[in-house]
Nanobody
Framework: QVQLVESGGGLVQAGGSLRLSCAAS????????MGWYRQTPGNGRELVAS???????NYADSVKGRFTISRDNSKNTVYLRMDSLKPEDTAVYYC???????????????WGQGTQVTVSS
């Protein structure tokens, strides 16, 4: 069974930094794209950053210049480095991976369990 496990969330003061990690385990044939999303009651779930299997990255305008997404294919892991955190970054953060689990099978979308990030003013 495939499982995505997130870690690294917590409470931090404005201007501080956190690094989120998301590691996939199980029978994985290949991984395509990876991404980070965040969700609040008012805004729903929005894309924060994504990275393709070739290393191309994309960021939401609100985090551009402050957040950095990266991946380690040998560990089936995606990271999100968050610097200069602001109170408006407070949300539950979810990682997502598009992956294939069997030869000739389709790609599937998998989500992490979510991790809370709280930024105090």
């Amino acid at each position: 069974q495939v499982q995505l496990v997130e870690s690294g969330g917590g409470l931090v003061q404005a201007g501080g930094s956190l690094r989120l990690s998301c590691a996939a385990s199980g029978s994985i044939l290949s991984i395509d794209s990876m991404g980070w999303y965040r969700q609040t009651p008012g805004n729903g779930r929005e894309l924060v950053a994504s990275i393709t299997n070739s290393g191309s990255t994309n960021y939401a305008d609100s985090v551009k210049g402050r957040f950095t997404i990266s991946r380690d294919n040998s560990k089936n892991t995606v990271y999100l480095r968050m610097d200069s955190l602001k109170p408006e970054d407070t949300a539950v953060y979810y990682c997502k991976m598009i992956l294939r689990i069997r030869l000739g099978g389709p790609n599937y979308q998998y989500w992490g369990q979510g991790t809370q990030v709280t930024v105090s003013s």
